[in-house]
């Protein structure tokens, strides 16, 4: 599956931004994130019909993940962002994650390339 992430950029403090993935049907599909120094940091993960998500602690209450299988599409939807969440974004996939390991990026085999995502005011 090729994946495709845009939507990034720069946003000011408690606006909101919607990056989008671009991912064929039938995947678990996750955000991550990374910033400079840091290591990559799990967002978000959708299941496959997207009837269940589920999110980090940091974003939880601030973002959302969806999708929409009809328009092959996974949406992070950014509310009240924070400086500290200024990162590369990623969308990553594969066939079957376990829940309990679903935060090591190492369970999925494929991946976007990055959208940057920048909060300042």
């Known amino acids: 599956v090729q994946l495709q992430a845009s939507g990034g950029g720069s946003v000011q403090p408690g606006g909101s931004l919607r990056l989008s993935c671009a991912a064929s049907?039938?995947?678990?599909v996750a955000w991550f994130r990374q910033s400079p120094g840091k290591e990559r940091e799990f967002v978000s993960l959708?299941?496959?019909?997207?009837?269940?998500?589920w999110h980090a602690y940091s974003v939880k209450g601030r973002f959302t993940i969806s999708r929409d299988n009809a328009k092959n599409t996974v949406y992070l939807q950014m509310n009240a962002p924070k400086p500290e969440d200024t990162a590369i974004y990623y969308c990553?996939?594969?066939?079957?994650?376990?829940?309990?390991?679903?935060?090591?990026?190492?369970?999925?085999?494929?991946w976007g390339q990055g959208t940057l995502v920048t909060v300042s005011s």
């Open positions: 049907g039938g995947y678990v």
């Open positions: 990553a996939a594969s066939r079957v994650v376990q829940i309990e390991k679903k935060d090591h990026p190492a369970v999925y085999h494929f």
């Open positions: 959708i299941n496959r019909d997207g009837d269940s998500a």
